[in-house]
């Protein structure tokens, strides 16, 4: 799927030394054997939580830690719920907006914050994606008290912008925050690890005998 690109782009953009926490979270329309909503947090390249519509549950996969377990699971729970109701109207409405038919359809977003390299907190963004077209992006800086929408798919009036601006200012970025700070002090030993990559080398032979190309994909690391 396309926010799958926009993922690996990211990841790989991350800048040495910082830190993010990413949610990847897919709404589907029609008959699937999937969940009609499934999230998955990543903290750097460990997954840390999961959250789908079958259970309404939130997993942890990386911790049980009694004050921090608890705090997170219930902040967690109101935005994965809040994701999930902003996904649902936001696909029904792109499915009639771009003129689609009845049938399967995937709505896909990656949201997440980010602590640079001197613990200083990044922006909030959030991209979206539906049946592989556009791609929608909310950006909220907190240094700068900024909010913007970069290719919206609905045009938004003074009042849906300001409640949005309002969201991400007091909700969305300070629990992002608060759970990758907290993350990273369970699971320091494991984001800071050092391993050696995974090496591929692929050979593809070019037109007109002009010789060979070779790529090297290193991953892992």
């Known amino acids: 799927m396309l926010v799958y690109v926009y993922l690996l782009s990211y990841l790989s953009e991350v800048r040495a030394g910082s830190h993010s926490l990413m949610a990847f979270a897919t709404y589907i329309i029609g008959q699937t054997p999937f969940p009609e909503f499934s999230a998955v947090v990543m903290l750097d390249d460990l997954q840390v939580m999961y959250y789908d519509s079958i259970t309404w549950q939130v997993v942890h996969r990386s911790y049980n830690v009694s004050t921090l377990y608890h705090e997170e699971k219930s902040d967690a729970g109101v935005i994965f719920r809040d994701m999930y109701n902003d996904m649902r109207i936001r696909a029904f409405y792109l499915k009639e907006h771009l003129n689609q038919t009845d049938g399967v359809h995937v709505h896909q977003r990656l949201a997440g914050c980010e602590l640079l390299n001197d613990d200083k907190p990044g ?77 591929r080398l692929m050979r593809k032979m070019l037109p007109d005998f002009q010789g060979l190309q070779i790529s090297c994909l290193a991953t892992g690391f």
């Not at 849906?160 to 969305?172: A, E, G, P, R, T």
């Open 123 to 199: 922006p909030l963004q959030t991209w979206d994606a539906f049946d592989q077209q556009r791609k929608e992006e909310f950006i909220f800086n907190k240094e700068k008290n900024h909010f913007q929408i970069e290719l919206p798919w609905i045009m938004w009036d003074n009042l849906q912008f300001i409640h949005m601006k309002f969201l991400y200012k007091n909700v969305y970025y300070p629990v992002c925050i608060k759970a990758l700070q907290g993350y990273l002090q369970v699971k320091k030993n494991n984001v800071m690890r050092k391993v050696k990559p995974r090496v």
